[in-house]
């Protein structure tokens, strides 16, 4: 497994990305695609190193991006904010991707190859924004592996309404900084034991994350705020409404069957929509399918591949 070689990009004023490439120079097929993982909720690219093996094991290259506000990117100017997961719109990501669509487009060892997304969880919800913006970068794009999408917000009992009104309210009243209640600082109980956890339910993998984010403070993201809050919450409802027409790139979408955060319900009626969309549910699998046991991983994996030698 050779070396991640750090990039960065600026899609925008004061605004730079640091992004991992991990290849194998020389060895990689010119027609092979290249993956990009796009994470979720304050994960660092580090945390995808075993999956960039893996693809690289079966001849693709492979990038992964923080976003803005995660990992080693632009970050807010306070310091206390910018340890928060927090952001002003969803918006800014769905721009930044498309600015690294059409980065790729220019790079000189990988303008010429397909590409295939990767996303996970917020990172899905960003693509299929993307994707109902219409954005001309996605021709490029082969195909689409969405891992268990943030298409909803869970609120724990609190009905849906009340929760939206709560993080409306709290952005006016100048709190959207704030993390949400209940939240605060990476290391609390929920990032750091293994027992309820909601993500996976692999020990191994959950012990190998808290580590690396132990050993690099400079990676860890804390809980929500309240504008993240707000913001994912109207994210949500735009993915909800009428689309201009059906994503004509094909997605493959992957759903652990104990994955407390979106009803699967949800998921069905949602992808039904898109005859491109092929929805599967992954058994014994929580949130964090990359992070999960190895029969779930190989699932995953599998949908990637079903890209490799499809398309132009």
């Known amino acids: 497994m050779p070396e991640a070689v750090p990039f960065h990009l600026t899609p925008a004023p004061g605004i730079t990305l640091r992004g991992l490439e991990w290849s194998l120079a020389g060895q990689t097929a010119a027609s092979a695609p290249l993956v990009i993982i796009l994470p979720g909720r304050a994960e660092p690219a580090e945390k995808y190193a075993e999956t960039a093996g893996d693809l690289l094991a079966e001849g693709m290259p492979v990038w992964a991006i923080d976003w803005r506000g995660q990992g080693l990117s632009t970050r807010h100017p306070d310091p206390a904010i910018s340890r928060r997961g927090h952001l002003e719109r969803f918006d800014d990501l769905v721009a930044d991707l498309d600015h690294l669509l059409h980065w790729h487009r220019q790079h000189p060892a990988h303008q010429h190859r397909p590409v295939i997304l990767l996303a996970h969880s917020m990172g899905g919800a960003v693509v299929l924004r993307w994707l109902q913006t219409g954005s001309p970068a996605g021709l490029a ?3 689409i592996v969405l891992s268990a999408p943030m298409i909803s917000i869970p609120t724990w009992g609190t009905p849906q309404w009340l929760a939206r009104l709560l993080a409306r309210l709290a ?25 309820g956890n909601r993500r996976t339910s692999d020990h191994r993998r959950f012990a190998r994350e808290v580590a690396l984010l132990q050993a690099r403070p400079d990676l860890r993201v804390g809980g929500p705020t ?35 955060y979106v009803p699967h319900a949800t998921h069905h009626s949602f992808f039904a929509r898109f005859p491109q969309a092929t929805l599967r549910h992954i058994p014994a699998a929580r949130h964090e399918l990359l992070a999960e046991h190895d029969a779930c991983r190989a699932e ?9 030698h499809t398309g132009p």
């Open 141 to 143: 794009v082969r195909g």
């Open 171 to 195: 952005v006016i009243a100048g709190r959207g900084s704030c993390y949400v209640p209940g939240h605060g600082g990476w290391g609390l109980r929920d990032d750091c034991q293994f027992k």
């Open 226 to 260: 309240w504008n993240w809050l707000h913001q994912a919450f109207r994210l949500t409802r735009q993915l909800a409404a009428p689309w201009p027409s059906s994503p004509a790139i094909p997605m493959q979408v992957l759903v652990g069957s104990d994955d407390p």
């Open 300 to 308: 995953v994996l599998r949908a990637i591949t079903l890209f490799r």
